[in-house]
């Protein structure tokens, strides 16, 4: 599966990959004012390859945010979506050459496959260069807390165990994430017709992706950690389980949030729009 998604990617490259464009290597060139700086960074769910991505945003958060270590924690690449329905944009390849270029500068970067790039980690490292390829890590904040750093579908349950019952599974998430995308367009939110149509459909796609807090309780004393780190269902989250603290960074597709580590050791989630952030929780 990796070989063929590389040898696809391959012929992309020149034919569905489109060059920089001038404008995207001068913002690059040019380092904006009041860069946010951390400790640790945590980033998921892009789907590059997908025109759900929101590269824009992503690459402007990219821009003015330093780490000294970076976990991108699965769905970078969408390998499910290899073939027709493959898409690409000029931010998506900017998106990739910052990645490159946070590595040049010298930062850690450590990437947790996700299930929809578990089988795509040498098409990760074609793209990102020589980064680290982990299915989980455990991180130990300043404070000293052990953080679980993992995608996520391993909590997913009963359909975890069936793979044609996940496929299945997902692949209803995944209709039911795009009816969210277009109702949310298209849906006048000040109606209260639309409002209540859009929670509902908001609340299905939650049914879809979220796990129980059992199982991410289960995954940090299996690995002795004092919480979890984690993507897949594209919600952010920032709260304890009794003793277990659990986080999930969002996504790149909706949310457009992210994790960070500050130098004292506290977590925060922070929303970015293209320079005008949002703090989403409270530290911890």
Same mark, same amino acid.
């Given at each position: ?44 769910? %892009? ?19 330093? +780490? ?25 390849? +900017? ?5 490159? +270029? ?8 450590? %990437? ?42 391993? %909590? ?122 949002? +703090? ?5």
């Amino acid at each position: 599966m990796a070989a063929r998604s590389i040898v696809a990617v391959d012929r992309w490259l020149d034919r569905k990959w489109p060059e920089s464009s001038p404008r995207c290597v001068e913002d690059a060139a040019s380092s904006p004012r009041g860069i946010r700086e951390y400790r640790t960074i945590w980033i998921s769910d %892009f789907h590059l390859g997908t025109a759900r991505c929101k590269a824009a945003d992503l690459l402007d958060f990219l821009r003015n945010h330093r +780490a000294a270590t970076l976990f991108l924690v699965g769905d970078i690449i969408d390998g499910w979506s290899m073939g027709p329905g493959w898409a690409w944009t000029p931010e998506q390849t +900017a998106v990739v050459e910052e990645i490159w +270029a946070w590595r040049q500068r010298g930062a850690r970067i450590v %990437f947790i496959p996700g299930n929809h790039d578990e089988n795509d980690s040498e098409l990760v490292r074609m793209m990102f260069g020589p980064i680290e390829c982990r299915p989980y890590h455990v991180h130990r904040t300043a404070e000293g807390r052990r953080m679980l750093v993992i995608h996520g579908h391993q %909590f997913d349950g009963a359909l975890h165990g069936s793979r044609w019952l996940y496929a299945l599974g997902s692949l209803g998430y995944s209709a039911a994430l795009r009816i969210n995308l277009w109702y949310n367009r298209d849906i006048d939110c000040r109606s209260s017709s639309g409002s209540l149509l859009r929670r509902g459909i908001k609340s299905a796609v939650h049914q879809f992706a979220d796990f129980s807090d059992l199982r991410v309780c289960e995954g940090a004393r299996t690995h002795r950690a004092d919480g979890v780190i984690c993507g897949h269902t594209h919600r952010p989250v920032h709260r304890s389980i009794g003793q277990i603290l659990y986080v999930n960074d969002g996504d790149w597709v909706q949310s457009r949030s992210a994790l960070v580590e500050n130098g004292d050791g506290s977590l925060r989630l922070v929303h970015w729009h293209r320079r005008t952030p949002q +703090a989403l929780e409270g530290t911890n």
